[in-house]
């Protein structure tokens, strides 16, 4: 699998959502190991929505951008609850045909 489908699954996850490392991962047919390295190269003025990939407990994994993750997911209204989950409901998957 190529990065282009890492980078154009990325760019869907839409304004004020969020999914997980594991939905990404699944959605681009490779191991959550693998989409954990395209993020490492990112460019630093990447556009993509990097930030809205959150774990499967809902919540930021420590990293040294995690404040800046934090601050991008204010900003579009996504704020995690007293325990540093982020809302279900907002949880993005793709509808699937």
Avoid at 31 to 40: F, N, T
Avoid at 58 to 82: F, N
Wanted: glycine content about 8%; hydrophobic content about 40%; aromatic content about 10%.
């Amino acid at each position: 699998m190529s990065a282009d489908i890492f980078h154009q699954t990325l760019a869907s996850v839409p304004v004020g959502h969020y999914t997980s490392y594991g939905e990404i991962a699944g959605l681009c047919g490779v191991h959550v190991r693998q989409v954990l390295a395209w993020l490492r190269v990112l460019p630093a003025d990447s556009e993509l929505p990097w930030f809205r990939i959150l774990n499967s407990q809902r919540r930021i994994s420590e990293h040294p951008g995690a404040t800046r993750q934090y601050q991008l997911l204010a900003v579009e209204g996504l704020l995690p609850d007293h325990r540093g989950k982020f809302p279900k409901n907002l949880y993005w998957r793709p509808i699937e045909s």
